[in-house]
Nanobody, 123 residues
Framework: VQLQASGGGLVQAGGSLRLSCAAS????????MGWFRQAPGKEREFVAG??????MTDYADSVKSRFTISRDKNTVYLQMNSLEPEDTAVYYC???????????????????WGQGTQVTVSS
């Protein structure tokens, strides 16, 4: 599975962005997916996850009610609303092999990673 993240940019506080993660590979539809972020000087942290069918989602408390994760056949999305300066980070998408289940929040459990896209929220 190869992942390509896009959609980042500079936005004012209160604004919105939509991140996309395009996936290639025949088995993508069987993988749970996650979005993570890493701010300068901080560890990579879980943001949101979605199971293989798209029917189950999970969110970090800090983004719950503001961010929405979704997926279609070849792409995973992260709709980010009401953005705050604290959301500034490089955002990564990641894929989790089916045997690992879903809802995993630890980055080291994910098998494939996209290259990251920068999100900057100005105050």
């Amino acid at each position: 599975v190869q992942l390509q993240a896009s959609g980042g940019g500079l936005v004012q506080a209160g604004g919105s962005l939509r991140l996309s993660c395009a996936a290639s590979g025949r088995t993508f539809s069987s993988y749970a997916m996650g979005w993570f972020r890493q701010a300068p000087g901080k560890e990579r942290e879980f943001v949101a996850g979605i199971n293989w069918s798209g029917r189950m989602t999970d969110y970090a408390d800090s983004v719950k009610s503001r961010f929405t994760i979704s997926r279609d056949k070849n792409t995973v999305y992260l709709q980010m609303n009401s953005l705050e300066p604290e959301d500034t980070a490089v955002y990564y998408c990641a894929a989790l092999k089916p045997q690992a289940g879903w809802g995993q929040r630890l980055p080291n459990l994910y098998d494939y990673w996209g290259q990251g896209t920068q999100v900057t929220v100005s105050s």
